[in-house]
Every structure is written in structure tokens, then in C-alpha cells.
């Protein structure tokens, strides 16, 4: 069973930056196209952004375009969600995925077979 590990959450201010990572266990990490997702209280999970197995394809949500980006090393098995500019409205748990499918950037929750713990992020205003 494939795992998939998110990790660099916190509390930080409007304004400021913060990175998230996620990684797989098991297999190799080339073998997946990963997905970021989040989810705010009472609100549905909604796409972030996605990269595609070799990482030169991404796509980003419009609320996030600009300030996310979306990076991976598949030498260190990891993908960077890279975020600049935060504001309180990204407040919410941050999920990774991860799916071994073809579609080069999947962006919808039912593309995507695992799925991380989440990682919180909270931006105080």
C-alpha cells in the first residue's frame, strides 16, 4: 500500500510564505503525478494544484495562481507546494496525492488513489 506523507503546516501571518512537501513511500516517485488539495472548516475539498510525473507540467487553481507553485525532485522523491503571498482565506488542511494514472495533471479528488493525513495551515490576518 502506497503511503503518502505531507509535512510543513504551521501558523504563520498574511504575507508571509510557507513550503509544503509530500512524499511517497514504497515505490518510486516518478511513477505518480501528485495533487494538492484543501479542504476549510464546513467547506468542501477543493484542487490546489498538480504536477505531472516528470514535473515539467503543472496546473494551478485560479485562487492560488501567482502566489503557489508546484514543484518536484524525483531524485529526493519529494513534491514542494511552494507558497508566497498567504492570506487568511488559505487557511484550511492541506492534502497531497498522489495517482500512478496517465492523465498528465489530474485536478479532480476521483483522479487521484492516495491520499496523505493532511498538514494544517493557518493564516491569521
Known amino acids: 500500500q502506497v503511503q503518502v506523507v505531507e509535512s510543513g503546516g504551521g501558523l504563520v501571518q498574511a504575507g508571509d510564505s510557507l513550503r509544503l512537501s509530500c512524499t511517497t513511500s514504497?515505490?518510486?516517485?516518478?511513477?505518480?503525478?501528485i495533487g494538492w488539495f484543501r479542504q476549510a472548516p464546513e467547506k468542501e475539498r477543493e484542487f490546489v494544484a498538480a504536477?505531472?510525473?516528470?514535473?515539467?507540467?503543472?496546473y494551478d487553481a485560479e485562487s492560488v495562481k501567482g502566489r503557489f507553485t508546484l514543484s518536484r525532485d524525483n531524485a529526493k522523491s519529494t513534491a514542494y507546494l511552494q507558497m508566497n503571498s498567504l492570506k487568511p482565506e488559505d487557511t484550511a488542511v492541506y492534502f497531497c496525492?498522489?495517482?500512478?494514472?496517465?492523465?498528465?495533471?489530474?485536478?479532480?479528488?476521483?483522479?487521484?488513489?492516495?491520499w496523505g493525513q493532511g498538514t494544517q495551515v493557518t493564516v491569521s490576518s
Open positions: 504536477i505531472g510525473k516528470s514535473g515539467r507540467t503543472t
Open positions: 514504497d515505490y518510486a516517485f516518478s511513477y505518480f503525478a
Open positions: 496525492a498522489a495517482t500512478p494514472r496517465n492523465e498528465l495533471v489530474p485536478t479532480e479528488l476521483h483522479d487521484y488513489d492516495y
